[in-house]
């Protein structure tokens, strides 16, 4: 139980454009979803918190315009990468509480690879 | 928020041997969860220990917790090829946002 699924998996778009990554949790309601940013051979970096029906708190030095987040129901957060560039080239990944409070551990989406061209 | 410090970086084995990591942090948790990311994927919840045990099993992980010294660590034991990953320990006091250090990378050859 207590699944993310995370898409697309990989996507590759030109300079400019934007980007939309869905993380949708199965068989549990996701309060809270965590964005996460990892660049080849870093840990993960936390770009910011969303809860349901309300604003994304992001974390320092994380543009807030650049990396839309929604959060508009209790199984689905988005994240939104405007205006990408190459720099922004990553690979994006979600995590939820499994339950309130996250004390039976947090579950992640599968990541998803944005390259920008 | 505190991220737990991983030790060693990287660890290199061969398939049947023990493989042993040792997560560190610097305040008081309610847990402490251990995670593997294999490359290109999300983090795969391993094990979850509160902080008035002292070690955990599953299946060929052992978790122990030292509380006094706020340390922890992660056995896995027969390890195989598939074990290859990235290990991230998480200290947690109640519910906040996951942040990780830069883990243990370990190599299982065959």
């Known amino acids: 139980g207590a699944v993310v699924s995370q898409h697309p998996s990989w996507v590759i778009c030109k300079s400019g454009t934007s980007v939309k990554i869905e993380c949708r949790s199965l068989?549990?309601?996701?309060?809270?979803m965590f964005w996460y940013r990892q660049f080849p051979k870093q840990s993960l970096m936390l770009m910011a918190t969303s809860n349901e029906g309300s604003k994304a708190t992001y974390e320092q030095g994380v543009e807030k315009d650049k990396f839309l987040i929604n959060h508009a129901s209790l199984t689905l957060s988005t994240l939104t990468v405007t205006s990408a560039h190459p720099e922004d080239s990553s690979f994006y990944i979600c995590?939820?509480?499994?339950?309130?409070?996250?004390?039976?551990?947090?579950?992640f989406g599968s990541g998803t690879r944005l390259t920008v061209v | 928020s505190q991220q737990g410090e991983e030790d060693p970086q990287a660890l290199s084995i061969q398939e049947g041997e023990n493989a042993t990591m040792n997560c560190s942090y610097k305040t008081s948790i309610n847990n402490l969860q251990w995670y593997r990311q294999n490359s290109g994927r999300g983090l795969v919840h391993l094990i979850l220990i509160r902080s008035n045990e002292r070690e955990k099993h599953s299946g060929r992980l052992r978790v122990t917790l030292d509380t006094s010294k706020k340390s922890s660590s992660l056995l896995i034991t027969a390890s195989r090829a598939a074990d290859t990953a990235s290990y991230f320990c998480?200290?947690?006091?109640?519910?906040?946002?996951?942040?990780f250090g830069t883990g243990t990378r370990l190599l299982v050859s065959p």
């Open positions: 995590s939820a509480p499994r339950t309130g409070g996250g004390s039976d551990g947090y579950t």
């Open positions: 998480a200290p947690l006091t109640g519910f906040q946002k996951l942040v």
């Open positions: 068989d549990f309601q996701a309060t809270t």
